[in-house]
């Protein structure tokens, strides 16, 4: 009896299966987000893991326990004891800020005029107080199911992203000799080489984004000690560690940087009005914010994983439009990791070498060989030949 299908029906087996996957992955499409949120905290987190496990020569499983727990235990801790205070000093600003937009609604209570031109800025500062007022930050009674299930929803996808971190941070290793181990034998070394390369893309990456943070710090410190703003230098680190965050951090520190400057003033340009020089802060740091984007982060992150900068820049754009924070992380090694794999792909279906950079390699190891040819024979001394007779 043949127990091996026969080709034809093998062939609609696999789209058969095929099909009912990709239904499958559309339907839980949702899960998609919690899912590489906790394996982008996984990555990030992993260096860690390898240190503890290269030093102390600790199993993964522990070593991850230890990383996992002592993360969540700084952000428990920094939560607990720096929320209040930062829900306190919100209220004394919202405070200073209604107080100034009072000030600043008589300063406009008459419209401008420039020439034959009237402009009246009223409006706007009604607009301010609107975004601003505390009543408007705080839930009515009648979106209070709404904000349940909202939360209780985030809850859930938070655990998600919890559990995922952790499991791939303690079982990553034996999850990835699972997935090489389902091809065939004769394959799995290539895979192993493969993957080699696309983790070293990943790990460049993660090089590159710390390498950004402290240029990013260090420029930012400087342009706003330059102007005088208070608290230029803890300002510029959080705005280069900020910067991890696309669209969320830029947004926070910009907006933290002008309410510093609003209240405190210069330290420099002491007879600018604070009003002016909130305005001067805010322009200065949106300055080196779009250089930022449009210079400073594609050649620093394209050379960490060898992609021109003009194509890291436009994927981090597109990812912006079309899939906002997680999607500008993960875009640029994602791109390289495609490239990877798609050079690979197209050498197995052209029947070459699956890497073609061995190549290489291997006449190197021939120049040894090549040199000991060129090199003349060493002539025989008389004891060493009648040692020989």
Not at 23 to 34: A, M, S, T
Not at 230 to 253: D, S
Request: glycine share 6%.
């Amino acid at each position: 009896m043949n127990r091996i299908w026969d080709a034809p029906f093998r062939y609609i087996v696999l789209t058969a299966l095929l099909i009912l996957l990709a239904g499958l992955l559309w339907y839980i499409r949702e899960i998609f987000k919690p899912l590489l949120t906790g394996a982008l905290i996984a990555y990030f987190l992993s260096p860690g893991v390898s240190f503890l496990i290269s030093r102390y020569r600790l199993r993964r499983r522990t070593a991850a326990s230890i990383v996992y727990v002592s993360t969540l235990a700084i952000v428990v801790i920094i939560s607990v004891t720096l929320l209040p205070e930062m829900f306190e000093q919100i209220k004394s600003i919202l405070t200073d800020i209604t107080a100034a937009l009072t000030d600043l609604e008589t300063s406009f209570s008459a419209p401008l005029t420039f020439g034959s031109l009237r402009v009246d800025l009223r409006l706007l500062v009604l607009a301010l107080r609107g975004l601003v007022d505390q009543n408007a930050i705080v839930p009515q009674p009648a979106d209070a199911l709404r904000f349940l299930q909202v939360t209780s929803r985030g809850f859930l996808w938070f655990l998600v992203i919890l559990v995922t971190a952790y499991y791939l941070m303690a079982e990553w290793d034996r999850l990835r000799n699972w997935l090489i181990e389902l091809a065939p034998a004769r394959e799995q070394r290539d895979l192993i080489q493969l993957y080699r390369r696309v983790r070293g893309v990943w790990t460049g990456y993660l090089r590159g984004q710390i390498r950004l943070i402290i240029i990013l710090a260090i420029i930012y410190s400087i342009a706003w000690q330059i102007i005088g703003l208070p608290g230029a230098l803890p300002l510029g680190m959080f705005a280069g560690l900020l910067n991890l965050l696309p669209e969320v951090g830029p947004a926070g520190i910009a907006l933290l940087a002008t309410i510093v400057a609003f209240l405190e003033g210069s330290s420099i340009f002491t007879q600018l009005p604070h009003l002016w020089f909130a305005a001067l802060t805010l322009g200065v740091y949106l300055l080196l914010n779009t250089f930022k984007t449009v210079f400073i982060q594609p050649r620093i992150l394209g050379h960490s994983v060898l992609l021109h900068q003009g194509v890291v820049f436009i994927a981090i754009v597109a990812a912006v439009v079309l899939q906002g924070v997680l999607g500008v992380l993960i875009v640029v090694p994602l791109l390289a990791s495609i490239v990877i794999v798609g050079k690979y792909i197209r050498r197995r279906l052209l029947g070459l070498h699956p890497f073609d950079d061995e190549e290489p390699a291997s006449s190197r190891d021939l120049e040894p060989a090549a040199a000991s040819k060129a090199r003349p024979a060493r002539k025989r001394t008389p004891a060493r030949e009648k040692t020989r007779k």
